[in-house]
T-cell receptor
Framework: DVKVTQSSRYLVKRTGEKVFLECVQDMDHENMFWYRQDPGLGLRLIYFSYDVKMKEKGDIPEGYSVSREKKERFSLILESASTNQTSMYLC????????????FGPGTRLTVL | AQSVTQLGSHVSVSEGALVLLRCNYSSSVPPYLFWYVQYPNQGLQLLLKYTSAATLVKGINGFEAEFKKSETSFHLTKPSAHMSDAAEYFCAVSGDSASKIIFGSGTRLSIRP
């Protein structure tokens, strides 16, 4: 059974802290994604990676960075957390074709105080 | 640029009634189209997808969707709603680069006993 795991289900941080969200997939997928989910806005793409050490900005990259040192692991970094980054963060992975299914992790609900 | 519009942020039906969730898309190229479902406190999972084969696509849990190019629609239906169908549903369209997909804002489906 395919699996995408995220390091935390719930996280509470303070304004200005550096925050790391980690995602691991066991399907040997080339592509990995970080989304942010907010009510009424659906899923918005923050960053994606199509290979190790390769990344591209999505629609809302400001305030975020990413790291992909190994194929199975994709990290999202909030350099200095702010209250407007309080949200649900979802990681997904897929193989190389646009028609392929994206497999999602369970999400991390981040609260920034 | 590709986009998706989901009509109705919240739909409520009685158990046993027809479920109809509406999705319209915009795409400059032949699209791939997806419906994903998110149960409470979980990540998204694929319900079904259209990849230019049959226009009527059957998915899991009795759901199906019909691709109508003339109407640029991909509505999701289920003949008889079950309490376990209560969830949030997202329509998505393939994006303009490899593996990216664009999500709609979501429709929350509630089932009345």
């Amino acid at each position: 059974d395919v699996k995408v795991t995220q390091s935390s289900r719930y996280l509470v941080k303070r304004t200005g802290e550096k925050v790391f969200l980690e995602c691991v997939q066991d399907m040997d997928h080339e592509n990995m994604f970080w989304y942010r989910q907010d009510p009424g806005l659906g899923l918005r793409l923050i960053y994606f990676s199509y290979d190790v050490k390769m990344k591209e900005k999505g629609d809302i990259p400001e305030g975020y960075s990413v790291s992909r040192e190994k194929k199975e692991r994709f990290s999202l970094i909030l350099e200095s957390a702010s209250t407007n980054q309080t949200s649900m963060y979802l990681c997904a992975s897929t193989s190389g074709s646009t028609a392929d299914t994206q497999y999602f992790g369970p999400g991390t609900r981040l609260t920034v105080l | 640029a590709q986009s998706v519009t989901q009509l109705g942020s919240h739909v409520s039906v009685s158990e046993g009634a027809l479920v109809l969730l509406r999705c319209n898309y915009s795409s400059s190229v032949p699209p791939y189209l997806f419906w994903y479902v998110q149960y409470p406190n979980q990540g998204l999972q694929l319900l079904l997808k259209y990849t230019s084969a049959a226009t009527l696509v059957k998915g899991i849990n009795g759901f199906e969707a019909e691709f109508k190019k003339s109407e640029t629609s991909f509505h999701l239906t289920k003949p008889s709603a079950h309490m376990s169908d209560a969830a949030e549903y997202f329509c998505a369209v393939s994006g303009d680069s490899a593996s990216k997909i664009i999500f709609g804002s979501g429709t929350r489906l509630s089932i009345r006993p």
